[in-house]
């Protein structure tokens, strides 16, 4: 039953969407719209089962809610499904679901996830208004959120160490991909030091070249000393194997899903090791849309990337006063600014 599906997952909506003569089978899940519209991504996906492509949407489009809340976004939560092979899709398909979200008129704003891309926006935003990330909008995400991490990494070492300079740090970033490359410049502009791993050798060695860092071999990752590790590649890599491993003091980078299972904060915690929720460490990717979504700047969206750092500060000081993780704290914190949004919500800072 789909209904107990959604009540177990507090969800306002799920739109199920089929247009058999252009191939579109879709699904649109509407978590929460307390604090504004739902905005998340389109995933295209060739799922084997129904219940494999609900079970994704509904769990994607819950953490949107929690991800736009911590960011102090004004915006809810929402994903959508496409069920398709990537190589079928085409301008009819995109089109047909274009028409799907124009007819949700306004409550749902979708953008590019999983193999959708920028140009299928375009085709989208022909239909509808209600799309970000479109050829028009405000581009890349990728240096807003490596600008956030750079912020949040900084809120770390503060709460750690008492100071947020990056001049006596070294920080492994792992994954130099369009977020993690970036990321690893501006640490070095910030005076850490730096040591870089990817599992493809060609992006390791373009980026050492020339540069004072380290290369750590991809299987290294785990034991390397460093005082700051920054998974910026895949999700999953903290895990009961790894976790025994690190030589860190702090977990904070890009990726999503950086935990294999939500225990695994407890985990760090209890190593004595500070975990940066991925979901509030990395929303400068939303952020990007929803300053896009605002009619604002690259520029503000830049501002706003910075102001993850005193955000996640106030989370981590929450976190230690109420002896719980921080994870735990933000989703606390999320969850309050949604059951109060009558009222203007106060920061975590001032909670
Ligand atoms: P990307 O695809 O540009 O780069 C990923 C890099 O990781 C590649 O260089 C790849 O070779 C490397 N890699 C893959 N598997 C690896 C492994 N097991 N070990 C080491 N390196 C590995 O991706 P991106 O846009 O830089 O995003 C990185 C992470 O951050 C992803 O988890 C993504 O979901 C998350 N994220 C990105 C954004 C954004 O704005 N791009 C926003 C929020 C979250």
């Known amino acids: 039953m789909v209904h107990r599906e959604m009540a177990e997952f507090g969800h306002d909506q799920v739109t199920y969407a089929l247009e058999d003569d252009v191939g579109l089978r879709a699904i649109v899940a509407i978590h929460d719209t307390t604090l504004g519209p739902a905005l998340g991504g389109t995933r295209l996906l060739p799922y084997e089962t129904e219940d494999e492509a609900l079970q ?207 225990r695994h904060a407890e985990a760090l915690r209890e190593r004595g090791i500070l975990y940066a929720p991925d979901y509030v460490i990395n929303a400068g990717g939303l952020i990007t849309v929803a300053t896009e979504y605002a009619g604002d700047t690259r520029a503000d969206a830049l501002e706003a990337a910075d102001r993850i750092g005193d955000r996640l500060l106030a989370l981590i000081e929450r976190a230690d006063g109420r002896g719980t993780t921080v994870l735990d704290a933000a989703d606390a914190y999320a969850r309050e600014r949604i059951e109060t949004a009558t009222e203007p919500t106060p920061s975590p800072a001032e909670t």
């Not at 028409?99 to 140009?119: H, P």
């Not at 581009?139 to 900084?154: C, E, F, H, K, L």
């Not at 994954?175 to 870089?196: D, N, Y």
């Open 56 to 262: 994704d949407v509904l769990r994607l489009s819950r953490a949107m809610t929690y991800k736009a809340a911590a960011a102090e976004l004004d915006l809810g939560g929402g994903k959508a499904v496409i069920v398709a092979e990537p190589d079928a899709k085409d301008e009819a398909t995109m089109r047909a679901y274009g028409r799907i979200v124009d007819r949700l008129d306004g409550q749902y704003v979708t953008s590019v996830d999983v193999n959708t891309t920028v140009a299928d926006m375009d085709v989208v935003a022909e239909e509808t208004d209600h799309v970000v990330g479109t050829s028009d909008g405000l581009g890349d995400p990728s240096p807003v959120t490596a600008r956030g991490v750079v912020a949040g990494i900084r809120a770390c070492v503060e709460a750690t160490y008492g100071s947020d300079g990056l001049d006596d740090r070294t920080v492994l970033v792992q994954g130099l991909g369009k977020v993690g490359s970036r990321l690893a410049k501006r640490l070095l502009e910030a005076g850490a030091a730096v040591k870089v791993s990817d599992v493809d050798p060609a992006a390791v060695a373009s980026f050492t070249d020339g540069r004072d860092v380290e290369a750590v071999a991809h299987g290294d990752v785990y034991d390397e000393p460093c005082d700051v590790f920054a998974p910026c590649a895949v999700g999953g890599v903290v895990d009961d194997e790894t976790i025994p491993r690190l030589e860190c003091d702090v977990v904070a980078g890009a990726a999503n899903n950086v935990l294999a299972e939500r």
